[in-house]
């Protein structure tokens, strides 16, 4: 199993999509206390999109940071527990080489990363029933 090292240096100072010197690229994410799931989601893909767009297969590491949505869900609200299991390893993991999120901490993904992003992100919500 590969060691769950991240480096810090790496994390980019402000949210968005970062160049290292190492010729990786660095993604950070912050949710505020006002996004909900889908906007979480959907901007977590649009940075996945738009560091493959500026830097094409390059190693990819994601850091995420949530603020707010505290709960009885190891310390999230069900629906940013969620976020960080089940979107996260089903929808974002897959793309990137390493990430950090506040509940799992730093991983390396076991598996090559992926380059074949999808054009758009759907997501199907109890509330609408509908593909977003």
């Known amino acids: 199993?590969?060691?769950?090292?991240?480096?810090q240096y790496q994390k980019p100072d402000e949210p968005g999509v970062?160049?290292?010197?190492?010729?990786?690229?660095?993604?950070?994410?912050?949710?505020?206390?006002e996004?909900?799931?889908?906007?979480?989601?959907?901007?977590?893909?649009?940075?996945?999109?738009?560091?493959?767009?500026?830097?094409?297969?390059?190693?990819?590491?994601?850091?995420?940071?949530i603020e707010g949505h505290k709960g009885e869900q190891k310390g999230y609200d069900s629906d940013f527990f969620e976020f960080?299991?089940?979107?996260?390893?089903?929808?974002?993991?897959h793309f990137v080489t390493a990430f950090e999120t506040p509940l799992v901490g730093g991983l390396m993904n076991p598996q090559p990363q992926r380059n074949d992003i999808p054009d758009e992100l759907s997501i199907?919500?109890?509330?609408?029933?509908?593909d977003a």
């Open 1 to 7: 199993m590969e060691p769950s090292f991240i480096p």
């Open 18 to 33: 970062a160049m290292n010197f190492d010729n990786t690229v660095s993604l950070l994410q912050r949710v505020g206390p």
């Open 35 to 65: 996004d909900t799931f889908d906007q979480a989601a959907r901007e977590a893909f649009r940075l996945i999109r738009e560091a493959q767009r500026q830097y094409p297969d390059w190693p990819r590491v994601f850091y995420l940071e």
């Open 84 to 93: 960080q299991q089940e979107f996260w390893f089903a929808t974002i993991a």
């Open 124 to 130: 199907n919500t109890p509330e609408s029933g509908d």
